[in-house]
């Protein structure tokens, strides 16, 4: 068996995490609450890149780039907004202040998801997945 043919474990994580989030927003389908039709997707990502299908893999890539994108836009957004370490937050007509300690918080997930996109990237990109998505 060559390399090529084998699963990358990395691009298996992915397709678990991505099974994960598709098949908790398919549970809200029995609930009342909105479902998120672009998680429910993932599903079909995950399957797609297990039976190897080259649109998977297309998918997969748009659904980073759309990510990295967003990323780069809220650090744009950060630098030149910054702000004094106090955040006014407002939902509807409501404003309220948060504090620096759930500022930390944020800073310390956002910092998370950035990691989790790098990690996205990589996997999507990388050599050994497009090689393993075009074996057949």
């Known amino acids: ?6 699963r990358p474990f990395p691009l298996l994580i992915i397709v678990a995490l991505y099974f994960l989030f598709g098949f908790s927003a398919l549970l809200t389908l029995f609930t009342d609450k909105p ?7 993932f599903l079909l990502v995950s399957y797609g890149l297990l039976t190897k299908n080259v649109l998977a893999l297309i998918a997969l890539k748009v659904i980073v780039a759309i990510q990295a994108l967003g990323l780069g836009f809220g650090l744009i957004m950060h ?3 910054g702000g004094d ?4 937050m407002g939902l509807g007509s409501f404003q309220f202040e948060v504090s620096p300690l ?5 800073l310390i997930l956002y910092v998370g998801f950035q990691l989790y996109v790098g990690f996205q990237l990589y996997v999507a990109f990388s050599k050994e997945t497009e090689a393993y998505i075009k074996t057949t």
């Open 1 to 6: 068996m060559d390399k090529s043919s084998e």
């Open 35 to 41: 479902t998120d039709w672009v998680s429910i997707s």
């Open 79 to 81: 630098t030149l907004f």
């Open 85 to 88: 370490g106090v955040a006014q």
């Open 102 to 106: 759930l500022l930390i918080f944020v």
